[in-house]
């Protein structure tokens, strides 16, 4: 590494996008991982849409319950 980087030439603002969405990593217990892909498999979907799902049913759960 440089002791000193020269910056004086940069663009600032030059890769930002406001309307870029970020994706988020989800790291699964391995446990948590293997019970999700058996359920996934035995409905046929893969596992992002079967987490997806539980997620938004609990989602739609939890905006009744809390004020």
Known sequence: ???EYDFS???RGKFYHAEAALAIPIYLDP???VFVQKVAAQKGVDVATLVND???KDMAFLETVMP
């Open 1 to 3: 590494m440089k002791q």
């Open 9 to 11: 030439g940069g663009e």
């Open 31 to 33: 446990d948590v991982a």
């Open 54 to 56: 539980w997620l938004r």
